[in-house]
């Protein structure tokens, strides 16, 4: 499988490296925008709980993740399949819990009637009136927490 597979170096410092680049070569300032979908959506969860990551909004894809949120300078939505196996109810409360904790505020969706990968054009699971929904969503959320400008994305 993918987590699995030998790398030539820990999958996190090629997250931070690329959010450092990201910074670098773009010349954009923070906040950034981090979004995944399952293993990325804990991905991003992982990198929105982390300090030295720069102000951001995270939105997170049938995903999870119970972390120290106390020093996350994130806003945070997610998205979550109603019947998942792979994202239980409890975890979704443990991750829900860590945010509380750290004074940290989640906008949460829930899709009756979908399983994980719902959002996802290419496979079986894919439910189009409810990736719609959480796309429109997600562009409601990231226009909340960022603005445009002529030369990039500014935090409000």
Same mark, same amino acid.
């Not at 999958?11 to 690329?18: F, M, P, T």
């Given at each position: 499988?993918?987590?699995?597979?030998? /790398?030539?170096?820990?999958? #996190?410092?090629?997250?931070?490296?690329?959010?450092? &680049?990201?910074?670098?070569?773009?010349?954009?300032?923070?906040?950034?925008?981090?979004?995944?979908? &399952?293993?990325?959506?804990?991905?991003?969860?992982?990198?929105? %709980?982390?300090?030295?990551?720069?102000?951001?909004?995270?939105? &997170? #894809? #049938?995903?999870?993740?119970?972390?120290?949120?106390?020093?996350?300078?994130? %806003? $945070?939505? $997610?998205?979550? %399949?109603?019947?998942?196996?792979?994202?239980?109810?409890?975890? /979704?409360? /443990?991750?829900?819990?860590?945010?509380?904790? %750290?004074? /940290?505020?989640?906008?949460?969706?829930?899709?009756?009637?979908?399983?994980?990968?719902?959002?996802? &054009?290419?496979?079986?699971? $894919?439910?189009?009136?409810?990736?719609?929904?959480?796309?429109?969503?997600?562009?409601? $959320?990231?226009?909340?927490?960022?603005?445009?400008?002529?030369?990039?994305?500014?935090?409000?």
């Amino acid at each position: 499988s993918l987590r699995d597979r030998r /790398r030539p170096e820990p999958v #996190y410092k090629g997250l931070l490296r690329g959010v450092e &680049s990201l910074l670098a070569e773009t010349g954009a300032e923070p906040p950034i925008a981090l979004l995944g979908f &399952s293993m990325g959506g804990h991905w991003a969860l992982w990198l929105a %709980a982390r300090e030295d990551v720069p102000a951001c909004a995270t939105v &997170s #894809y #049938y995903a999870a993740r119970a972390s120290d949120f106390s020093k996350s300078r994130s %806003a $945070f939505q $997610f998205h979550f %399949a109603e019947q998942d196996p792979f994202v239980s109810a409890s975890a /979704r409360k /443990r991750s829900a819990r860590a945010l509380a904790d %750290a004074g /940290r505020t989640a906008e949460t969706h829930e899709y009756p009637g979908t399983h994980h990968w719902f959002a996802e &054009s290419d496979r079986p699971e $894919f439910e189009p009136a409810a990736a719609g929904l959480a796309w429109e969503r997600t562009l409601q $959320f990231l226009h909340q927490h960022l603005t445009a400008r002529k030369d990039g994305i500014q935090w409000r």
